[in-house]
């Protein structure tokens, strides 16, 4: 049975850290491109940072900030975020992709999970 599951978040100040944590199935670990997303009410879906098959992206807002990993022990693909802004702030997803590109292209994601909430406060 494939499923991502977020878990990791939380309410913090400017300037702190979270890190985001994405349950993923033995299935599909190693087979797909995994992607962290972002969205809040009335926004766009934005793409954060994705890995797979040897490669990681990050969208330009977050470069230097945040770094996405693999724990292939754990099975998770995991967010850590530092410096975090108030703009930060929305419910944070995690998809699956058979292939691995550059974010702000076009690509097929697969959402399962109900998100993970990063609340920041100035």
């Known amino acids: 049975q494939v499923q991502l599951v977020e878990s990791g978040g939380g309410s913090v100040q400017a300037g702190g850290s979270l890190r985001l944590s994405c349950a993923v199935s033995?299935?599909?670990?190693?087979?797909?491109?995994i992607g962290w997303f972002r969205q809040a009410p009335g926004k766009e879906r934005e793409g954060v940072a994705s890995i797979g098959f040897g490669s990681t992206y990050y969208v330009d807002s977050v470069r230097g900030r945040i770094n996405i990993s693999k724990d292939s022990v754990k099975n998770t693909v995991d967010l850590q975020m530092n410096d975090l802004r108030p703009d930060d702030t929305d419910m944070y997803y995690c998809?699956?992709?058979?292939?691995?590109?550059?974010?702000?292209?076009?690509?097929?994601?697969?959402?399962w999970g109900e998100g993970t909430q990063v609340a920041v406060s100035s």
């Open positions: 998809e699956a992709a058979r292939i691995c590109v550059v974010l702000t292209l076009p690509n097929k994601w697969y959402t």
């Open positions: 033995e299935i599909i670990y190693s087979s797909h491109c």
